[in-house]
């Protein structure tokens, strides 16, 4: 059975951390330039406990961001040292790529208008649609100096996957017109995930 590569397993918690921590950074910039003002308030509130817990609020941001940056560090560190010692960290930066790219291409958008009570129209997505997009947010590229391999979640609901069937030769043209030094073969089942893999030519 296919397994996952450590970049499949962990790209998608390695691309939260990498938010998370510039969210974290900002935040701490932000509530370290306003603390000196926030301090002020003890001056006309001597009572007022707002500096004291901006304060706390700000130490624990500084944390959090700081223990977010080490986790994004150490398995993205993981990751690139094996593409160092026996693949290249080109292809590193080429599968983050291709799995954008990917998800971009195979994300499904049409939306349908839903009536409300006042007979205005809103905007809603299609459910199937976005049962499919859920499980594409999960599939992956992988892109080493022998092979190209994706994996793709396969989605919950019938319909869904329908829509994955119907896709996959278009899918396997786009990845293939991607990487035309490699030979893909068809796609392949597993229990709950369809893989896409192919050798250098």
Same mark, same amino acid.
Do not use: C, M
């Given at each position: 059975m296919t397994k996952k590569s450590y970049f499949m397993k962990t790209f998608n918690l390695v691309l939260n951390l990498f938010i998370?921590?510039?969210?974290g950074v900002i935040f701490t910039l932000i509530t370290g330039y306003l603390e000196p003002n926030i301090a002020e308030v003890k001056n006309l509130l001597p009572s007022s406990q707002i500096p004291a817990y901006f304060d706390h609020l700000h130490d624990w941001l500084e944390l959090a961001t700081y223990l977010i940056i080490i986790g994004?560090?150490?398995?993205?560190?993981?990751?690139?040292?094996?593409?160092?010692?026996?693949d290249s960290v080109l292809n590193l930066f080429k599968s983050v790529l291709g799995t954008f790219r990917l998800?971009?291409?195979? =994300? #499904?958008?049409?939306?349908? +208008?839903?009536?409300?009570?006042? =007979? #205005?129209?809103?905007?809603? +997505?299609?459910?199937?649609?976005?049962?499919?997009?859920?499980?594409i947010r999960k599939s992956v590229l992988d892109v080493t100096d022998n092979h190209v391999r994706v994996f793709i979640k396969v989605p919950h609901s019938q319909q869904a996957q329908k829509i994955l069937t119907e896709m996959e030769?278009?899918?396997?043209?786009?990845?293939?017109?991607?990487?035309?030094?490699?030979?893909?073969s068809n796609f392949t089942r597993g229990k709950a995930s369809l893989w896409l893999e192919s050798n250098k030519r």
């Open positions: 998370f921590s510039i969210f994004f560090i150490v398995l993205s560190a993981f990751e690139i040292a094996p593409r160092i010692a026996h998800r971009r291409f195979a =994300t #499904q958008s049409e939306r349908v +208008v839903k009536l409300t009570t006042d =007979t #205005q129209g809103k905007h809603t +997505v299609n459910p199937i649609y976005q049962d499919f997009n859920r499980a030769t278009a899918l396997k043209e786009e990845i293939s017109g991607r990487y035309p030094d490699y030979v893909f």
